[in-house]
């Protein structure tokens, strides 16, 4: 299951999900049948491409269609770092200045609750995937807390890197436009803006029989079925299921109407 358009990550096999605005709702459930960081030496072999670094740069919208010379320097210049449990990469409000690269462990992004007094899991990360970059071509401060939930190894690429090599995002294809203006949800905005959505629009891939939308939970991202099929169970009942193809929009409604999933 493929999709389109996200704000900060991924598994129905050759079917992408993607979403994007986060926002609160709630919505069936749809199963798809630097602070604190202690730098490390570079690795060995670092100067060959790492598969699992080319797989994390496939994942981002700034960085898939950079050429081989531009990773390889990316590479050279990033710093590798090892994470401890339940170390804080960065805190919502705060500057942002450096670009992740995940290559083993887990990190969860967390925002704080309207009424501040607790840390709302969003979502998790993992090997092959990258976080941080929103806020260095946005230039706001850090929307989320990123949290280490296991030790790790990441690659940081510092801002001046990010700034001379990725931060210039390539246009987006004129198809993912299409798609995007013609959401009910967008279809009033400028074209500047539809092209700034594309932009942040993140590539998910979902398993076979994996859930990925929970019924009850916060509806927080647009989903764009482009590729395959899912299931829509309610109220744990498999007689009332619906099966949606692609091309498909989902958890639109939940999104605007602030209800639950």
């Known amino acids: ?19 994007t ?29 790492s598969e699992t670094w080319l797989k994390a740069m496939q994942s981002c919208v700034l960085t898939r269609k950079l050429p081989q010379e531009t ?22 409000g705060e500057a942002a ?12 992004a967390t925002e704080t609750t309207l009424d501040g007094k607790r840390q709302q899991a969003l979502r998790t990360y993992g ?15 850090r929307s989320v807390t990123m949290t280490a939930l296991t030790s790790g190894a990441l690659w940081v690429i510092p801002t001046k890197v990010f700034d001379a090599k990725i931060k210039i995002p390539p246009a987006p294809a004129p198809s993912l436009i299409k798609r995007i203006a013609a959401c009910p949800t967008f279809n009033e905005l400028p074209k500047a803006s539809i092209i700034e959505l594309c932009r942040a629009a ?28 899912v299931k829509s169970v309610k109220d744990g009942r498999d007689e009332a299921k619906e099966i949606i193809r692609a091309p498909k929009r989902l958890c639109e409604t939940a999104l605007y109407n602030h209800e639950a999933m």
Do not use: W
Not at 5 to 13: A, E, F, M, P, T
Not at 100 to 105: A, Q
């Open 202 to 229: 993140e590539e998910l891939s979902y398993a076979k029989g994996e859930t990925f939308v929970m019924q009850g939970e916060s509806a927080r991202t647009l989903l764009m079925l482009e590729v395959g099929a």
């Open 97 to 108: 200045h450096d670009f992740f690269i995940i290559e083993s462990g887990t990190y969860q």
């Open 1 to 19: 299951m493929a999709g389109l358009l996200s704000g900060q990550s991924d598994k129905i096999r050759n079917r992408k999900v993607s979403g």
């Open 127 to 141: 090997p092959c995937e990258s976080f941080g970059s929103h806020e260095l071509v946005s230039g706001e401060k």
């Open 71 to 92: 990773h390889g320097y990316l590479m050279r210049a990033s710093k590798p770092v090892r994470a401890k449990e339940s170390e804080v990469l960065y805190s919502q």
């Open 21 to 49: 605005l986060p926002q609160q709702g709630k919505a069936d459930a749809a199963t798809a049948e630097t602070s604190g960081i202690s730098p490390v030496r570079r690795r060995s072999g670092e100067n060959k491409l």
